[in-house]
């Protein structure tokens, strides 16, 4: 192996960690929505500086990848993946954050609405764990279906919407809307990213340019 297979496999290792790092949060966030458990909202919160930490550390990689080792276009492809991947994965817990915040300053949702944030979340986590998974596999073929996955986040979420207009018009929860509809599409956005990794690792296989969003 040579050193430049060395730095694109050690970049798919550290984006692989980084996303298992992130799926915690959001597993964590989906219990917290339930339980409004501050001091685990708070262990979210600080995980985040460690996603930080690991798009760091990719694009230290990735620039000693492409300063240092002259890569050929399919190494190249694999640096720039690594790159654009992370970001997203960056974004993703920014997400997480966010949902923890709102957990911290609102306290937790009632027990319906928790249940369907809670399958909104668990639709989430399954898409982005097969779009890692095609990833570390170097699968483009399953990259080009996992997007049709996020149709089901769309559904769940537009079920909530209704949930919560149907309790404005009966006059509930009417100054808890808009922070709550707004902390549940942070899980919308994290799938329009999730969509975006599946491009990446197409990309990375095939050196072509798809656009699921």
Known sequence: MTKLDEKCSLIKECVMKMAKRVEDMYSISLEIMETGNTEAALKVI????FVNSAEEEINDLAIE?????????SDLRKVITGIKIASDLERIGDYAKSIAGFVVRNGKLNSELASMAKDLGDAFLAMIDHAMDSYNKSDAVWAMSIPEEDAQIDKIYDEIVKYLQDKIRKQEMADDIIPILSMLRNL???????KNI????????????????
């Open 46 to 49: 600080e995980m985040d500086s």
């Open 65 to 73: 990848a492409l300063c240092l080792l002259s890569p050929v276009a």
């Open 198 to 213: 599946c491009e990446h690792t197409i990309f990375e296989v095939k050196g072509q340019h798809i656009e699921f969003n």
């Open 188 to 194: 919308k956005r994290a799938g329009e990213h999730t």
